[in-house]
């Protein structure tokens, strides 16, 4: 057999460890992992000699804002950064324009990916109206959002239309959502106790950006914790898988501990500002409406490496979410009223190699975290998430010794800018593969757009498969 490509001499992170291998690919797939004289020939062979190669990154949380607000972002420019970024899928999020609450309005979504998209896809519709769950289940969708949060004062990115505060609602929705078997990925929020702290803070006239970054924390956590409690236990008498977004604070994680011992089926994310910038209050006094409007507390860093290790956390999500400097600025004065979201797709990867270095985090749970564990999840693996023969060859090269400046003239966004901007890190991406095909090499996005696919779960597939060939 000859290969289309060899990766040469790399330490390849496995479902069964880290080892010394060449991989061999052929049409997008895993057909060898060998070493020496087993290697096949190959077209092309690549010596990737004291580099890493990692399974490519799965992120179910990218807000690449087509339709709609492509101002901002579009799916090309999007997924053009996440392959600079070390991610071979991604799944965006339905506040869009308009809102993806519909099949109708998913599939038009997935034809617009089909023909930008440099990367496998798909796109995370909201489940507002119940009578499409099932419709859009069947059309492949990996999970659903739900936003307990609406905007003060703005009318994005958290719409008037997707966010879910009755009680009533979200437990029909938990039901519905059940019968499809997929995730509901929900953001949690106390939406009447977050407007009570708000409307005090205006009345008092003050909108600053540290005023509103402090009352996410307030109260001990009680806006976001109190949720999560509700949920959890939403979620034991229903049985839907419960996915938490966002988790930053002492007592979400520990109701989250709870309900995994309990066996019940909850899994939870981390974002990289959780980790590296909202847990940082010098930083958010510094950056402004460049951070977020969100502060963790005090002392929360040791804890979230914590439940990352031990696996309260199960996943990254990105939550790749740019806003131009125009939407920002206003922030400095009315934080109340500025876009909010920051973009992190491109600096994810390369701030959690720098912790790799620096001993905090194994190789082999980062690649859980960052791309095994959201296959999982997500029922996309092993198709992708695993370096092993048979899967994808969805793949990241990275150098973990290699020291780069994140900077904001670096950054593939349309936004252009960076909260991490001066940033030293060591660990940076070199190639991403989708497929066995380059879309980032040496620097360069070469991926063409239209050379992603839609990553279904794969349940649906087998199906499928199934009924054409009956
Ligand atoms: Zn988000």
């Known amino acids: 057999m000859k290969a289309d490509l060899v990766l040469s001499g790399a330490d390849v992170v496995t479902p069964g460890g880290v080892v010394r291998a060449d991989i061999a690919v052929k049409n997008g797939k895993i057909v060898c992992l060998t070493a020496g004289e087993m290697t096949p020939a190959a077209d092309e062979r690549i010596d990737v000699g004291g580099k890493i190669v990692l399974p490519g990154g799965v992120d179910t949380h990218t807000h690449l804002r087509e339709p709609g607000f492509t101002h901002k972002e579009d799916i090309l420019s999007g997924t053009r950064t996440a392959a600079a970024g070390g991610y071979t899928t991604v799944s965006g999020m339905p506040n869009v324009e308009p809102v993806t ?115 996410s924390a307030s109260y001990d956590g009680i806006v976001f914790d109190s949720a999560i409690s509700y949920l959890c236990r939403m979620q034991e008498v229903l049985g839907f898988h419960l996915h938490v977004l966002h988790v930053r604070s002492p007592r979400s994680v520990e109701v989250i501990r709870t309900a995994k011992r309990n066996k019940q089926k909850v899994s939870a994310e981390i974002n990289p500002h ?20 969100l502060w963790n507390g005090p002392d929360t860093t040791e804890m979230l490496w914590e439940a990352i290790r031990d696996g309260s956390i199960d996943v990254i999500g990105s939550d790749h979410a740019p ?41 082999e749970r980062l690649v859980e975290i960052f791309s095994s564990t959201p296959a999982k999840l997500f029922g996309l693996y092993p198709r992708k998430g695993a370096i092993q023969v048979g899967s994808d060859a969805d793949l990241v090269v990275v150098d973990p010794q290699k020291k780069q400046v994140l900077r904001n003239e670096d950054m593939l966004s349309k936004c252009g800018w960076s909260s991490w901007d001066g940033r030293e890190v060591t660990g940076a991406t070199l190639h991403t593969l989708v497929r066995g095909t380059f879309v980032y090499r040496d620097g360069e996005v070469v991926g063409k757009p239209g050379h992603g696919e839609h990553a279904k779960p794969l349940h649906r597939e087998i199906a499928a498969q199934m009924a054409e060939a009956s």
Request: charged share 20%; proline share 6%.
């Open 323 to 363: 806003h131009l400097r125009e939407e920002k600025e206003i922030g400095w004065t009315n934080m109340f009223v500025a876009a909010n979201g920051t973009p992190k797709i491109q600096e994810t990867l390369p701030l959690f190699l720098d912790q790799v270095h620096a001993g905090r985090l194994s190789l």
């Open 274 to 293: 959780m980790i590296f910038l909202c847990n940082d209050w010098d930083e958010i006094e510094r950056l402004g409406p460049y951070a977020l409007n």
């Open 101 to 215: 609450t519909t099949v109708e309005r998913y599939l038009d979504a997935i034809e617009m990916y089909k023909r930008s998209s440099l990367v496998d896809f798909n796109h995370n519709p909201s489940p507002t109206r119940l009578e499409e769950i099932p419709k859009l289940a069947a059309a492949g969708a990996l999970g659903f959002k739900v936003y307990m949060i609406t905007d003060k004062g703005v009318s994005y990115p958290h719409m008037p239309e997707l966010g879910v505060h009755h009680q009533g609602k979200l437990f029909e929705i938990g039901e519905a959502v059940q019968k499809t078997g997929l995730p509901l990925m929900v953001h949690p929020n106390n939406q009447e106790l977050i407007d009570t702290l708000s409307d005090r803070a205006i009345a008092a006239g003050d909108t600053s950006y540290q005023t509103v970054a402090r009352l």
